[in-house]
């Protein structure tokens, strides 16, 4: 059996380590090790997503917890260090873009142990985003590079990446999507909770270009503001950006607004089913991009670009600058049933994972 460490650290990578967690065990290949670097550490950020996804408990809790990025960074090279001196896997395997991807890169990549990069290939090139910067050290360094889409493979060979190395297998997070969608659409949450089908909208923000800037955060809450006059919006609140709102004072005039519901962030399978039920959804997520795509849903990225293209060319995903005017008319396109329809992109099937699984067993 191989040993493999499974590496999850914040919310978009436990939904993408519950598909590569099941289809490894599955494959009877491998004995999984899954460490938790506690990154994100919120009961409604982290504990609802292993209960929800099915996930066996983490084999370690790393307790690393917020702070800056070289604090974080740091914190996370140092306590996989002493993990994996004590147990050494035979590879690593670590999902997406975040601080706790790129530390244990770097930290198995120096012990000479192969490292697995799930989401390979992805590039905003927007030097702004710490997710950009993560994305490149971890590719530079990967030993084996799964690919979601295909811009993915298009960037790893214009960096003289071998093919050797790549392998274009599919989007993990729809395999938790499709796994999960029929419990998903049975919580009836939506409707539960009194929202119209397709008459309301869905919203996300935590972006720091978004949310960490004064200006465009207050433009984000008149935005709201104004689709609010349209129907229901709501928006689960990341910590961060519950933080910011707080701050700069303007959680107060949203909650304000009766048409505004304004929540802690929210369970995995109730967000599926406010996705599936949405008129629109308005994001700065990457995950949330997919995931709209794959519903077929309509969906904003309020961003100067996005590292998943295929959202844009195949799905259902609009980019759009923060300006109020703009996002209401793509929310009167949505109501009106006025907006492109999208196809699933190729390998978005629900087993990106078990090729993911297969194709390393073979490669080991
Ligand atoms: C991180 C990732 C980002 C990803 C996002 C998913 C990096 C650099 N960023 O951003 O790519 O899109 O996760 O959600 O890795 N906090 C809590 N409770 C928690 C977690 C965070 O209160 O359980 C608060 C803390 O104040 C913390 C802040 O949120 O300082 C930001 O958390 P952090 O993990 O540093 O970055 P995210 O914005 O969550
Ligand atoms: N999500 C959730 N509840 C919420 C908000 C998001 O379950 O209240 C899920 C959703 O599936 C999304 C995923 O968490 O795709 C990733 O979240 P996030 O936007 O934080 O990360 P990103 O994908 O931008 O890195």
């Not at 590569?20 to 009961?43: M, P, R, V, W």
């Not at 929540?263 to 109730?270: R, S």
């Not at 009106?336 to 087993?351: H, S």
Request: charged share 20%.
């Amino acid at each position: 059996m191989i040993k493999a460490a499974l590496i999850a650290g914040a919310r978009p990578n436990f939904i993408k380590i519950a598909a590569i967690e099941k289809a490894f065990s599955d494959s009877g290949a491998f004995k999984n090790t899954l460490i938790h670097t506690g990154q994100h550490y919120d009961a409604k950020m982290s504990d609802i997503f292993f209960r929800q996804l099915g996930m066996p408990k983490p084999d370690m809790f790393l307790g690393i917890g917020s702070g800056s990025h070289a604090t974080q960074t740091a914190a996370v090279m140092v306590e996989t260090e002493k993990v994996f001196e004590k147990d050494r896997p035979d590879v690593v395997l670590v999902v997406g873009d975040v601080n706790s991807t790129v530390a244990t890169a770097l930290t198995a990549k120096k012990m000479l142990i192969p490292v697995v990069h799930v989401e390979a290939g992805l590039r905003s090139f927007d030097p702004g985003m710490p997710e950009e910067i993560n994305r490149i050290v971890t590719d530079a360094i990967s030993d084996h590079l799964y690919i979601s889409e295909p811009s993915g493979l298009t960037h790893l060979r214009n960096e003289g990446v071998p093919e050797s190395k790549m392998f274009f297998a599919g989007n993990v997070m729809i395999d938790s999507l499709r796994r999960f969608e029929a419990q998903a659409k049975a919580t009836n949450y939506a409707s539960s909770v009194g929202l119209k089908e397709h008459g309301y909208f869905l919203i996300t923000a935590h972006r720091p270009a978004m949310v960490d800037n004064d200006q465009q955060l207050t433009v984000f809450a008149n935005t709201l503001l104004r689709l609010a006059e349209k129907g229901d919006v709501v928006f689960p609140i990341h910590p961060r950006t519950s933080k910011r709102l707080e701050l700069v004072g303007l959680a107060d005039s949203l909650n304000a607004h009766p048409n505004i519901r304004m929540t802690e962030p929210i369970g995995y399978l109730e967000f599926m089913n406010l996705m599936m039920h949405a008129g629109l959804i308005v994001t700065d997520s990457g995950g949330v991009q997919e995931e709209s795509t794959a519903l077929d849903v309509p969906c904003v990225t309020v961003r100067p670009n996005t590292e998943r293209p295929v959202t844009i060319d195949e799905g259902t995903n609009e980019l759009m600058a923060l300006d109020a005017d703009l996002i209401c008319d793509a929310a009167d396109r949505a109501l009106a049933g006025n907006w492109k329809k999208g196809r699933i992109p190729q390998f978005w099937d629900g087993k990106a994972a078990n090729r993911i699984a297969e194709h390393l067993a073979n490669a080991l």
